[in-house]
């Protein structure tokens, strides 16, 4: 069992940043790809990006492709989402999630889900 818990969101003007973090525990962090996703209301729950086991590989959604950016370290079982020049848009629920065995962009392959932090972008 890996239980995930979220920090770092909050309320910010566009064109601003926000640093997210996701600490993990009860597993072996390093055995799992670990991803962002959010959920906007009334929509569904969007992948963002995950990062492999090792770090050494990423994946981004287009919406945020250099705009966000994830990194993990491993010694410390957090992974984090750096997210710049932010738009009104990415104002959602943000979750992180841990996948045993797949490092992409669907949500039924990961195990381990957060409880997800609430990030604002005012316009």
């Known amino acids: 069992q890996v239980n995930l818990v979220e920090s770092g969101g909050g309320l910010v003007q566009a064109g601003g940043s926000l640093r997210l973090s996701c600490a993990a525990s009860?597993?072996?962090?390093?055995?799992?790809?670990m991803g962002w996703f959010r959920q906007a209301p009334g929509k569904e729950r969007d992948f963002l990006a995950v990062?492999?086991?090792?770090?050494?590989?990423?994946l981004y959604a287009d919406s945020v492709k250099g705009r966000f950016t994830i990194s993990r370290d491993n010694a410390k079982n957090t992974v984090i989402l750096q997210m710049n020049s932010l738009k009104p848009e990415d104002t959602a629920v943000y979750y992180c999630?841990?996948?045993?065995?797949?490092?992409?962009?669907?949500?039924?392959?990961?195990?381990?889900w957060g409880q997800g932090t609430q990030v604002t972008v005012s316009s």
């Open positions: 009860g597993g072996t962090f390093s055995n799992y790809h």
């Open positions: 990062i492999s086991r090792s770090g050494g590989g990423t």
């Open positions: 999630a841990a996948s045993r065995w797949s490092m992409g962009p669907v949500l039924r392959n990961y195990n381990y």
